[in-house]
T-cell receptor, first 115, second 114 residues
Framework: AQSVTQLGSHVSVSEGALVLLRCNYSSSVPPYLFWYVQYPNQGLQLLLKYTTGATLVKGINGFEAEFKKSETSFHLTKPSAHMSDAAEYFCAVSGGQGGGFKTIFGAGTRLFVKA | KAGVTQTPRYLIKTRGQQVTLSCSPI?????VSWYQQTPGQGLQFLFE???????NKGNFPGRFSGRQFSNSRSEMNVSTLELGDSALYLC?????????????FGAGTRLSVL
């Protein structure tokens, strides 16, 4: 069975500060990992994904995430927060269902950016 | 290329009624998944369809059903609505079935059950 835990339902940072959103996963097979962002009244948009290969993954809007197998983590970071980054962020895992797939989402972390 | 289109965007129903939500995937995408999003439960997987076949199903009662047509468009039906069915229902499409495929989400249908 797979699961995702996002640490912190709310994170607040100042504009220009480092953004760090934490995600830990559980998977019995090599996982595929994703970060999505959701703005109010919109669907989810993919920020970045890890499938295989390089463990540091770069995404859109200056975000990146590092897959650490030993820590079962896939934390999302951005060096300098911008007001437009305020949104809800979801970490997700999928993998190995065979003949169909099911993506499991974390509970989400709402990011607040203070001026 | 047009994105995933969900209709209607907003819907108000009363308990006991039934509702049908529609999802048109990105052109060429053959996999469609449905999710329920609520403040308390977060994003929960409902089911996934690929080439008109349900390939995966979440833990929802039989009141929740879906189907996919030959043009990949999908519908989701909820019968005998309950207050707890009030949620944002999201549809996502992807190119093929498979774990590592990116899912592209529609803006959702917000269902309110009174």
């Amino acid at each position: 069975a797979q699961s995702v835990t996002q640490l912190g339902s709310h994170v607040s940072v100042s504009e220009g500060a480092l953004v760090l959103l934490r995600c830990n996963y559980s998977s019995s097979v090599p996982p595929y990992l994703f970060w999505y962002v959701q703005y109010p009244n919109q669907g989810l948009q993919l920020l970045l994904k890890y499938t295989t290969g390089a463990t540091l993954v770069k995404g859109i809007n200056g975000f990146e995430a590092e897959f650490k197998k030993s820590e079962t983590s896939f934390h999302l970071t951005k060096p300098s927060a911008h007001m437009s980054d305020a949104a809800e962020y979801f970490c997700a895992v999928s993998g190995g269902q065979g003949g169909g797939f099911k993506t499991i989402f974390g509970a989400g972390t709402r990011l607040f950016v203070k001026a | 290329k047009a994105g995933v289109t969900q209709t209607p965007r907003y819907l108000i129903k009363t308990r006991g009624q039934q509702v049908t939500l529609s999802c048109s995937p990105i052109s060429g995408h053959r996999s469609v998944s449905w999710y329920q999003q609520t403040p308390g439960q977060g994003l929960q997987f409902l089911f996934e369809y690929f080439s008109e076949t349900q390939r995966n199903k979440g833990n929802f009662p039989g009141r929740f059903s879906g189907r996919q047509f030959s043009n990949s468009r999908s519908e989701m039906n909820v019968s005998t609505l309950e207050l707890g069915d009030s949620a944002l229902y999201l549809c996502a499409s992807s190119l093929t079935q498979g774990d590592k495929n990116i899912q592209y989400f529609g803006a959702g249908t917000r269902l309110s059950v009174l």
